[in-house]
T-cell receptor
Framework: GAGVSQSPSNKVTEKGKDVELRCDPISGHTALYWYRQSLGQGLEFLIYFQGNSAPDKSGLPSDRFSAERTGGSVSTLTIQRTQQEDSAVYLC????????????????FGSGTQLSVL | DAKTTQPNSMESNEEEPVHLPCNHS???????IHWYRQLPSQGPEYVIHGLTSNVNNRMASLAIAEDRKSSTLILHRATLRDAAVYYC??????????FGPGTSLSVIP
């Protein structure tokens, strides 16, 4: 299986608890994206990692949200003090490296983590 | 904000061709046009992409306007399994990818 792997597939937590969501991108992919999708809504951009560059965190909705990417591979999205409005599917995507100039790399998505905050 | 505009929804009869439009009037010379689709309860999947020339693959065709300010995804024979939300996005080097609301395609048997 060489696809994007996300874990857990489902997470139920109590309001106020911290959660960690994991994403294993496709091997060799240097770009990694996190999105959030609330029920019946579109994909909301959260954060973008590209190689060793500083991540684009412009989509994180509050300082309760953070993400890191260790060794240019696995990424963890952490939500502190979860709220009910955080309930959503969290999707991770990865793509091949860009080598400068025009780029046409495809995004490959994982199946997502369904987060439910009670 | 998303750099593309699509109709919220479309309907098609089964086994008929479907043309899904997308406007991207602010496209830059280095932006690739990508299409993805999201089936119910799944993550999005890649459909097709192009830069200037029309493209064909086993899933669909992509027709790109000469000025590149619009494009059309063509499903040659819609099936019930093609019912999904279709997203048109612009892919720029070293930049985040913003998805708009997409077009929800319904296929009528």
């Amino acid at each position: 299986g060489a696809g994007v792997s996300q874990s857990p597939s489902n997470k139920v937590t109590e309001k106020g608890k911290d959660v960690e969501l994991r994403c294993d991108p496709i091997s060799g992919h240097t770009a990694l994206y996190w999105y959030r999708q609330s029920l019946g809504q579109g994909l909301e951009f959260l954060i973008y990692f590209q190689g060793n560059s500083a991540p684009d965190k412009s989509g994180l909705p509050s300082d309760r949200f953070s993400a890191e990417r260790t060794g240019g591979s696995v990424s963890t999205l952490t939500i502190q003090r979860t709220q009910q409005e955080d309930s959503a599917v969290y999707l991770c995507a990865s793509s091949t490296s860009t080598t400068g100039g025009w780029t046409n790399e495809k995004l490959f998505f994982g199946s997502g983590t369904q987060l439910s905050v009670l | 904000d998303a750099k593309t505009t699509q109709p919220n929804s479309m309907e098609s009869n089964e086994e008929e061709p479907v043309h899904l439009p997308c406007n991207h009037s602010t496209i830059s010379g280095t932006d690739y046009i990508h299409w993805y689709r999201q089936l119910p309860s799944q993550g999005p999947e890649y459909v097709i992409h192009g830069l200037t020339s029309n493209v064909n693959n086993r899933m669909a065709s992509l027709a790109i306007a000469e000025d590149r300010k619009s494009s059309t995804l063509i499903l040659h024979r819609a099936t019930l399994r093609d019912a999904a939300v279709y997203y048109c996005i612009l892919k720029t080097s070293y930049d985040k990818v913003i998805f708009g609301p997409g077009t929800s395609l319904s296929v009528i048997p």
